[in-house]
Structures are given as structure tokens and as C-alpha cells.
């Protein structure tokens, strides 16, 4: 039966690093409160003008690619997963596939908004394809330039000093090696809570979600226009991201659990055979809890947000891709990656490397 391998994997980080120091220059927080309550040290910030999440992306994806050992060319679907594209459309899909100068395959490209799930989300898809034949070579990528939209005053203080750039990527292939690839992927949300953690603004919604409370300034009901963006919006930044953090992480750490067990159970497995949990990089906190609650042990859990923060749809990429170069994913192992975030969407995936 064919199955959906891994057959390159590669990340990117920019290089200017911020310190958390650096943050407390802009806002009122510390060193100590990030640390104790995130377990972030610094993260990366691209840079302005010369980087975007499309062109980080398209560096992964050259590392990935590489790693396949496939020309781009050969690439025959795009999979993107990201919440900061560099336009409100077209999305980064088509960027990256012009960025890698592969336009003339006119192959198709797909974006995912699924925010901190996005990469399993993609990976289900592309999976999905790879099964049926549709595709032989899917580039899948996640990739975040958070830095440009976020709120450096002291109102923006408990989302900012999460959030970190980068960019992950993988190159997905059949294969019918007994037992190798994805074992299993599994999808879930709920729109209840969609507000919840959301960057509602510039959008359409002109206040008809009750969820919505403020009053942006919208045009009368007759005049043509002008609600995606208004004057006020501006005059008050009002186009950050917001979140309730509590109510994210009690979420975060029921699902987390939830959707792992759900693998274990499809694939007749238990946390004893999880070889290296890969969780979305969210907060040490919530991957600390998850790795409690499995009685797994430090080498059964891979961690990097204290360098990078939160990536996003590329925390997951990044992760497995340092694991991977650091030899903590081996041939036979299984890994298990889990994601919550934003929506809320969660998931997970059980693959046999
Ligand atoms: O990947 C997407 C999914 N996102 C997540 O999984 C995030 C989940 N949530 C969290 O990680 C945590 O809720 C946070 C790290 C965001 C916040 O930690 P917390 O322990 O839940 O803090 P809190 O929001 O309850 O705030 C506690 C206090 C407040 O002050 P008062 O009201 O007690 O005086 C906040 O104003 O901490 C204050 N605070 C800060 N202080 C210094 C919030 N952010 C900061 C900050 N620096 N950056």
C-alpha cells in the first residue's frame, strides 16, 4: 500500500535575533516573566524590506529540496500554511512558486489558513494526494513573518513576546516500504472560540459577529463600501492580533492530549512506541504538561521555542527539521506531531521515518 514519506526536510530562521531585553526597551515586560511563563530566551525577526514569509519560505523549501534530491522541477504541488502572508491575496502559494522560479510547470498551488495547526492540516492534504496518486512530489511549506504585525506597546505585551519568523518545509513522496510514512493524521476545530485568538482586522465582517464588540466606525447600510478598512482601525491600531491566553492554554493542553491519544488509538500504539514528540511550539509550559501527562521523558520530546518563540504553521517544520539534523530522528523511528492554535483548530500525525 502506498504511503506519504518524508523525503527531504529543511528550515530557515533570519539571523537578526531580539533579545527578550531587547522587547522590555519597547514595552513594560521582563526577561523573568517571558522565561517563567513561555520559556522563550529570543526569537527572530526578518528583515524589513529585503525578507517576507514568501521568501523565507522559498529558502526551507531549496534546503528540502535539495535533501530529496529532486530538482525543483520536479516539484508537482505546493502546499503553504501560513497566518502572515505577504498579501491579503493571492496567497503565498504562488509566491513561493515564483520565488523558486518554477512558474513554467504551472503546477498547482495551495494555501492553508489554519494558523498554529497549519502544517498538519497541510500534511493531511498533501498526504490525501500522495495516497491516491494525484501527486509525487508535494513541496509543503509553513512560514510566519510575524514581526511586522504586531504591537510593541505595552497593550500588545502578552501575544508579542511569543511570536517569532521562520520558515519550515518539506518535501513529501510515495513510498511502499512496509510500515514507512504517515500512519495516520487526524483534523479537528472549533469556531466557538474563534475570536478568541484572532486578528480580526482588515476584514468583512463590519461588525456581524456578536463576538465582535467594538464599533470600528463603519459606513451606513446605503453607502457603497469601506468596511474592510476604516479611519478608526487606523487611528487606533486596531489591526493586531489579540488572544486569550488563558483560555488558549487550558484549551491547548486538553486537546494536545486528546488528539495524540486519538493516533495512538487508530494506529493500535502507545506512548511508550513515540520515539520523539515534535509539538508545535506554542509554550514550553504547554509542551512540558503534554510530556507529563505521557510519562515521556526529556529525549522523547523536542523543544526549540526558547530560541525561536512561536512560529506558528513553521514551528512544527522547524522543529523536526533541527531534530532531524541533529540525529534525534532516526530510520524506523516514530514520530508524533500535535498542533493547537487559533480557531480553534488542532491535530496530529503518527509517522514511521
Ligand atoms: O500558538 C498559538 C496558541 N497560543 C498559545 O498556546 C498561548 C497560550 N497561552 C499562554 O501561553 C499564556 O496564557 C501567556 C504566556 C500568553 C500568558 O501567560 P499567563 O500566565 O496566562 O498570563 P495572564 O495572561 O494570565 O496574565 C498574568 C499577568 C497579567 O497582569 P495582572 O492582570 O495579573 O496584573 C498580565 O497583564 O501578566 C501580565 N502580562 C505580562 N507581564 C509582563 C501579560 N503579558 C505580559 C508580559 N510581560 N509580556
Given at each position: 500500500m502506498v504511503k506519504t514519506k518524508v523525503a527531504g526536510l529543511g528550515y530557515y530562521v533570519p539571523e537578526n535575533v531580539i533579545t527578550n531585553n531587547e522587547l522590555t526597551k519597547h514595552m513594560d515586560t521582563s526577561d523573568e516573566w517571558i522565561q517563567e511563563r513561555t520559556g522563550i530566551k529570543e526569537r527572530r525577526y526578518a528583515t524589513k524590506h529585503q525578507e517576507t514569509t514568501s521568501s523565507m519560505a522559498k529558502k526551507a523549501a531549496e534546503v528540502a529540496i535539495k535533501r530529496a534530491g529532486i530538482e525543483k522541477e520536479d516539484i508537482d504541488f505546493i502546499v503553504f500554511a501560513t497566518l502572515s502572508p505577504d498579501y491579503y491575496f493571492p496567497g503565498c502559494g504562488v509566491l513561493l512558486q515564483r520565488e523558486l522560479g518554477i512558474t513554467g510547470t504551472e503546477i498547482g498551488a495551495l494555501d492553508i489558513r489554519n494558523q498554529c495547526s497549519g502544517f498538519i492540516y497541510g500534511l493531511s492534504v498533501a498526504d490525501q494526494f500522495i495516497k491516491t496518486g494525484m501527486y509525487k512530489n508535494i513541496l509543503l511549506v509553513g512560514s510566519e513573518m510575524h514581526s511586522m504585525g504586531l504591537d510593541f506597546n505595552t497593550s500588545g505585551r502578552n501575544v508579542t513576546v511569543i511570536f517569532g519568523d521562520g520558515a519550515g518545509a518539506v518535501v513529501l513522496q510515495p513510498t511502499e516500504e512496509e510500515g514507512r510514512g504517515i500512519l495516520t493524521t487526524h483534523l479537528h476545530s472549533n469556531g466557538t472560540y474563534a475570536e478568541e485568538l484572532a486578528m480580526i482586522n482588515p476584514g468583512c465582517h463590519g461588525g456581524y459577529h456578536d463576538e465582535v464588540k467594538k464599533d470600528y466606525g463603519y459606513p451606513d447600510v446605503n453607502e457603497l463600501g469601506g468596511m474592510f478598512a476604516t479611519q478608526n482601525m487606523f487611528d487606533n491600531g486596531y489591526f493586531y492580533p489579540n488572544m486569550n491566553g488563558q483560555l488558549v492554554f487550558k484549551n491547548a493542553v486538553v486537546k494536545f492530549a486528546q488528539v495524540i491519544k486519538e493516533a495512538l488509538a487508530k494506529t493500535g500504539l502507545s506512548q511508550d512506541d513515540i520515539s520523539l514528540l515534535v509539538p508545535h511550539q506554542a509554550n514550553l509550559r504547554i509542551s512540558q504538561f503534554v510530556q507529563k501527562s505521557f510519562g515521556l521523558?526529556?529525549?522523547?520530546v523536542y523543544n526549540n521555542i526558547q530560541k525561536y518563540g512561536n512560529t506558528t504553521a513553521a514551528s512544527i517544520p522547524i522543529a523536526m527539521t533541527e531534530a532531524w539534523e541533529k540525529g534525534k530522528i532516526k530510520e524506523g523511528d516514530l514520530v508524533c506531531l500535535a498542533a493547537f492554535g487559533s480557531g480553534f483548530t488542532w491535530g496530529s500525525a503518527l509517522i514511521r521515518w
Open positions: 521523558n526529556d529525549d522523547q
